[in-house]
């Protein structure tokens, strides 16, 4: 009877000591949380549980490296529960846009954050391939702007190049994209078989200055159990006119100083005509004019370089020239100093074929002998 009576009071001990939420006090104490939460699960939940842990540790947190990713996961889930995790997990898994809830059924395979990589016998993440192929297409095609996407779809396939059929698995693929030898933007996303979607490069994710020559570098790496495919595309054209524009004027450049000094001196001194107009009085006749296909009258009230000349500009196929008709909702001014200004315009375009956009633009300008002309334009 006391044997009996001592191995009742031992379990209830046990369970006492189980913990309900996370503890990341050390790696030892975070993996005995994480095994005891989900020891509390039923068969089914303790799968999607390990997939919801190894959502938010992919793609939940900014760290480079297994080791560091999982010290962040552990600051990221401190004290949370399970239903907590869960809750995260969905969050994070939408906003990456991956195809994954945690009410679904397992589609992941066996995913251990702490574990080794090893491959199992069903392991859906084993899988063999000669190599990675990556498409890119310009998507999101406006008929003023010209595209303002970039589609990027990466393959695993045989020597022959044949795309390799498999579903369930869990594949980390990371998108890096570089300019000039310097990375400008790094994406994850989740592929769970060959019919993967890639990636959407919005182009007003890409700041213009950053770019050399309107063309980027990418690499694509697909992560499977044993190995890790690369692939990279160099010199792929970008659309020059939906890139992130700087607002306002150019910084000075403090390292030639030289540049701002006037090679004539002279004992007048120079006058800045401040404009008397609300900038987004300039905004609102280039609006006007491009609705009235007045296309002389809307470059007249801008000074963009990046808009080139009146040529350009008004070119019917890759210029404002296409335009057939805007119907302005709303324009806010967002600042004004003495020399630039900031603008916010809400309207619909209509392009030369009946297509209608929905855009807000936050228009950029400067103070040129006291008219506010329009020096950068950014869809947001």
Do not use: H
């Amino acid at each position: 009877m006391k044997k009996v009576l001592f191995l009742f009071f031992f379990c209830l001990l046990l369970i006492a000591c189980k913990k309900d939420k996370v503890d990341a006090t050390t790696t030892k104490t975070f993996q005995s949380s994480i095994n005891d939460m989900a020891s509390s699960l039923n068969t089914l939940q303790q799968v999607k549980f390990s997939e919801a842990l190894y959502i938010l540790k992919t793609f939940g947190v900014e760290a480079e490296g297994d080791v560091n990713e999982l010290n962040a996961l552990g600051k990221l889930i401190n004290g949370k529960k399970v239903p907590e995790i869960f809750a995260l997990a969905d969050k994070v898994a939408q906003q990456n846009g991956i195809d994954w809830t945690s009410t679904g059924p397992p589609s992941l395979g066996e995913m251990n954050i702490f574990g080794n990589d090893m491959a199992k016998e069903s392991d859906p993440n084993d899988i063999s391939a000669n190599s990675l192929s990556v498409t890119t297409k310009p998507i999101a095609i406006d008929s003023v702007l010209g595209p303002k996407s970039l589609q990027i779809i990466p393959r695993l396939v045989d020597a022959s190049g044949k795309a390799i059929a498999f579903s369930g698995a869990g594949l980390e693929a990371i998108l890096e994209v570089f300019s000039n030898g310097n990375r400008i933007l790094t994406s994850k996303n989740l592929m769970q078989d060959n019919n993967f979607k890639g990636f959407n490069l919005r182009f007003a994710s890409l700041p213009a200055d950053k770019i050399s020559n309107n063309q980027i570098d990418i690499t694509v790496s697909v992560k499977t159990t044993k190995k890790t495919y690369k692939m990279s595309k160099i010199g792929v054209a970008v659309n020059p006119k939906a890139l992130l524009m700087p607002a306002g004027n150019p910084a000075l450049n403090p390292a030639n100083p030289s540049a701002e000094i006037p090679s004539v001196i002279t004992d007048e001194p120079t006058v800045t005509t401040a404009p008397t107009a609300d900038p987004k009085t300039s905004v609102s006749k280039f609006l006007n004019s491009l609705s009235t296909k007045n296309l002389k009258a809307a470059y007249e009230t801008s000074d963009n370089p990046n808009w080139g000349s009146y040529e350009t500009f008004s070119n019917p196929n890759s210029g404002f020239g296409g335009v057939k008709s805007i119907n302005v909702k709303n324009i806010t001014t967002n600042n004004a100093g003495a020399n630039d200004a900031s603008v916010n315009a809400t309207y619909d375009v209509t392009d030369k074929d009946g297509k209608t956009t929905s855009l807000l633009v936050t228009f950029g300008l400067k103070n040129v002998n006291g008219e506010w002309k329009i020096s950068s334009y950014k869809i947001n």
